[in-house]
């Protein structure tokens, strides 16, 4: 079991850049997949992106190039990093865990991140 704490959202203008944090309350070396979804109004949740033990990434490809994700086993954190940020990628954003490829996910509360001028 793993629980997940989200901080970084918040208000920003197109074009502008936030970072957000998930801290996990255990080791997070030998969990299999974490990273992020979104969810935003009237529309279902959606991965963002997510990276694996071994090193792997995946992004959807509406965030691709403009968002990064990166996972430090030592601080036990997985971040996001958005630039570029447009109107449609305001929703609320969750760090998600899966400890293994058979496992299921576990989720945080979420954090808001609305884009808007």
């Known amino acids: 079991q793993v629980q997940l704490v989200e901080n970084g959202g918040g208000l920003v203008q197109p074009g502008g850049s936030l970072r957000l944090s998930c801290a996990a309350s255990?080791?997070?070396?030998?969990?299999?997949?974490m990273g992020w979804y979104r969810q935003a109004p009237g529309k279902q949740r959606e991965l963002v992106a997510l990276?694996?033990?071994?090193?792997?990434?995946n992004y959807a490809d509406s965030v691709k190039g403009r968002f990064t994700i990166s996972r430090d086993n030592a601080k036990n954190t997985v971040d996001l990093q958005m630039d570029g940020l447009k109107p449609e990628d305001t929703a609320v954003y969750y760090c998600?865990?899966?400890?293994?490829?058979?496992?299921?996910?576990?989720w945080g509360e979420g954090t808001l991140v609305t884009v808007s001028s």
């Open positions: 998600f865990a899966r400890v293994s490829i058979f496992d299921m996910n576990y």
């Open positions: 255990r080791n997070i070396f030998s969990i299999y997949a």
């Open positions: 990276a694996t033990s071994g090193g792997t990434t």
